[in-house]
């Protein structure tokens, strides 16, 4: 069974920082594309960051140089740091995992970041 587990979201000052994390469990890890996405209330899920199994990264304009993805094929996570958060920041982070190839992907099921003073 697959499984795909956020953490790490709450509430937090403009300026700060936090670490997400994303744990994925039953399927090859190092062959998939990690991502991070994030929906905002009305508004679409977008990109964050994203990074392949060799470690190239793409990362949203919106948070190029505050934000950093990480990912451990051994231990089968992925991990996105966030500094200098902005209220912009705030919205519901998702991980995902998805073959480089078709349509397999596995969404987990959202932490809540909250950027306010």
């Known amino acids: 069974q697959v499984q795909v587990v956020e953490s790490g979201g709450g509430l937090v000052q403009p300026g700060g920082s936090l670490r997400l994390s994303c744990a994925a469990s039953?399927?090859?890890?190092?062959?998939?594309?990690m991502g991070w996405y994030r929906q905002a209330p009305g508004k679409e899920r977008e990109l964050v960051a994203s990074?392949?199994?060799?470690?190239?990264?793409n990362y949203a304009d919106s948070v190029k140089d505050r934000f950093t993805i990480s990912r451990d094929n051994a231990r089968s996570t992925m991990s996105l740091q966030m500094n200098s958060l902005k209220p912009e920041d705030t919205a519901v982070y998702y991980c995902?995992?998805?073959?480089?190839?078709?349509?397999?992907?596995?969404w987990g099921q959202g932490t809540q970041v909250t950027v306010s003073s």
């Open positions: 995902r995992a998805g073959l480089p190839w078709g349509t397999t992907e596995y």
């Open positions: 039953g399927i090859n890890f190092k062959l998939y594309r």
């Open positions: 990074i392949i199994s060799i470690g190239s990264t």
